[in-house]
């Protein structure tokens, strides 16, 4: 099925982009944008080192299994990693710091619209998680 190599991008989107925007919005006035771009940098360089080397490291030792399927990717490669690895790393920071800085701003002030939004965001979360594990099953029985 083609809308397989959609998989990982889609799960990104559900569980992580559309969270995040919505958070974002409510919170984007407390963000200090160079900490959270210094941040944001950081965490990519880490996060793509330690998948260099565990992928690299995966193809060498039958025991460390670490490897992606392809056929759930949308193909862009970049140092032989599929580009919805690096919008990982991105997209769950980004979800994190936002959903964080809410959880702060929902404390401090009572509980305000954010306070009554955040447990929607995680409900949402957890039901993209849900859902695309669901997908993501059904299709693999129907190939």
């Known amino acids: 099925m083609r809308l397989r190599r959609y998989y990982y991008a889609l799960s990104l989107l559900f569980v992580f ?3 995040a925007a919505i958070t974002g919005y409510l919170v984007w ?10 941040f944001l940098g950081v965490i990519l360089m880490l996060g793509t080192a330690y998948d260099l080397w565990a992928a690299r490291h995966g193809k060498r030792d039958p025991v460390w299994i670490w490897t992606f399927n392809h056929k759930n990717t949308l193909g862009i490669r970049i140092y032989d990693l599929p580009i919805e690895e690096y919008i990982f790393y991105l997209a769950s920071s980004i979800y994190i710091v936002f959903l964080w800085e809410g959880i702060k701003i929902a404390v401090q002030s009572d509980g305000d619209t954010i306070g009554k939004t955040l447990p929607l965001i995680a409900l949402w979360s957890v039901g993209g ?6 997908f993501k099953e059904k299709n693999d029985k129907v190939r």
Request: without cysteine.
């Open 17 to 19: 982009g559309i969270p």
């Open 29 to 38: 006035d407390h963000i200090y944008l160079p900490q959270f771009l210094v």
């Open 129 to 134: 998680v849900v859902w695309l594990y669901i």
